[in-house]
């Protein structure tokens, strides 16, 4: 049974960073990508950055430049370092297993119960 918990979430101001992670209990955590998701209060859950098994990553432009993605293959742990935190990234972050294929990411649907950021302003 696939398993993801998310921590490191919670309440900053605006312009100070965090780093949240995610343990995923998976066998062979190395052969799958990743990614985070997240949902904003009235909003649907959306995918922010992904990284290949190889450890390339991608970023969509709101959090481009600000946010990491990394991840750890002998901890079976995926990071991702906020920098420069605005209001708008107050949210629920999630973690996703999944492939990378063809140019893009494909999430095999199991989730964790998230972990909230709330930045104030």
């Known amino acids: 049974q696939v398993q993801l918990v998310e921590s490191g979430g919670g309440l900053v101001q605006e312009g100070e960073s965090l780093t949240i992670s995610c343990v995923v209990s998976?066998?062979?955590?190395?052969?799958?990508?990743l990614a985070w998701y997240r949902q904003a209060p009235g909003k649907s859950r959306s995918r922010i950055s992904h990284?290949?098994?190889?450890?390339?990553?991608d970023y969509v432009n709101e959090v481009k430049g600000r946010f990491t993605m990394s991840r750890d293959n002998g901890k079976n742990t995926v990071y991702l370092q906020m920098n420069s935190l605005k209001p708008e990234d107050t949210a629920v972050y999630y973690c996703?297993?999944?492939?990378?294929?063809?140019?893009?990411?494909?999430?095999?649907?199991?989730w964790g119960q998230g972990t909230r950021v709330t930045v104030s302003s």
């Open positions: 990284i290949t098994m190889t450890g390339d990553t």
């Open positions: 998976i066998n062979v955590f190395a052969r799958y990508a």
């Open positions: 996703s297993v999944g492939e990378y294929i063809d140019g893009s990411y494909r999430s095999r649907g199991y």
